[in-house]
């Protein structure tokens, strides 16, 4: 199937970002292989496939962490000659997990964010903003509270919060809901969702959950070995053929409150390889 896709809202929307023969290969490993994807503001794309086939290295290619071959550009600039903190107040990223060396409080774990607007000091701006994004993200209970003893899905929220401070253009989350329980799942991506509408800002996601990703997702993008196998509405990919040939397993796919919801049944003999 094509390799190129161009995810658009409308002939008005201005493209956030735009990826041009985006190629990443660990030694002589290629792990993505000639990608070519834009996504709008006010949008969010989802990324996903079998484990391995290189929906974490695209996110941190974007966020200049891996150094790929090809060409990403934001509104127009090409992010390899854009400063380190030029990317910072640009793009928010949430990995998958994170540890702090130093015993850090969720307060200032969140004010971190603020670092690339931050000149001299902090402002009371600054601690007005973090203020208001646990508010928004239920977390000032535990704005003294230190970080490293938080359960696995409040330091999830947590670094989402942290990228939220930086007021960031594109957001950029590496499995935002692993750690979460359905109700806390749902809770941050329906604040994801209400912030990108809002903020008219764009959202990478690489996600596992193909419901989720089927409910709050504009677009999708399934990988497969490194390369792009389809994309586009969830309505059109989320299908039994797509999902066989991708993850190697027969599944159910049935309508649940207008969206595609898929039911893995078994996995087929002769199941695929990952890179």
Not at 118 to 126: E, F, G, K, M
Request: proline share 4%.
């Amino acid at each position: 199937m094509s390799n190129a896709v161009t995810c658009r809202l409308g002939d008005e929307a201005m493209v956030e970002i735009t990826i041009r023969g985006l190629t990443f290969s660990y030694a002589s490993h290629k792990i993505l292989d000639d990608l070519n994807l834009s996504v709008e503001k006010s949008e969010i794309l989802s990324l996903v496939g079998p484990n391995g086939s290189g929906k974490t290295t695209l996110i941190k290619c974007i966020d200049r962490i891996l150094k790929p071959q090809g060409s990403i550009l934001l509104d127009g600039r090409e992010i390899e000659h854009m400063s380190r903190q030029e990317v910072a107040r640009q793009i928010g990223y949430v990995p998958q997990s994170s540890s702090t060396p130093l015993a850090t409080t969720v307060f200032d774990t969140v004010l971190m964010g603020r670092r690339p607007h931050i000149s001299w000091r902090v402002s009371d701006a600054d601690l007005d903003k973090v203020a208001a994004i646990l508010e928004l993200l239920h977390l000032e209970d535990l704005a003294m509270r230190d970080f490293s003893q938080l359960s696995g899905g409040q330091k999830q929220k947590v670094l989402i919060a942290r990228a939220l401070c930086q007021e960031p253009a594109v957001l950029l989350l590496d499995e935002p809901t692993s750690n979460l329980d359905m109700k806390h799942q749902l809770e941050v991506m329906e604040i994801i969702s209400n912030l990108v509408r809002e903020k008219k800002i764009s959202a990478v996601m690489a996600i596992h959950d193909l419901n989720l990703a089927s409910r709050f997702t504009d677009k999708l993008v399934m990988l497969k070995h490194g390369r792009i196998y389809a994309a586009g509405e969830p309505d059109s990919l989320l299908n039994e053929a797509n999902i066989g040939k991708v993850y190697g397993i027969e599944a159910v796919v049935m309508n649940a409150l207008g969206k595609p919801y898929v039911v893995p049944v078994r996995s087929l003999s002769g199941s695929i390889a990952c890179d």
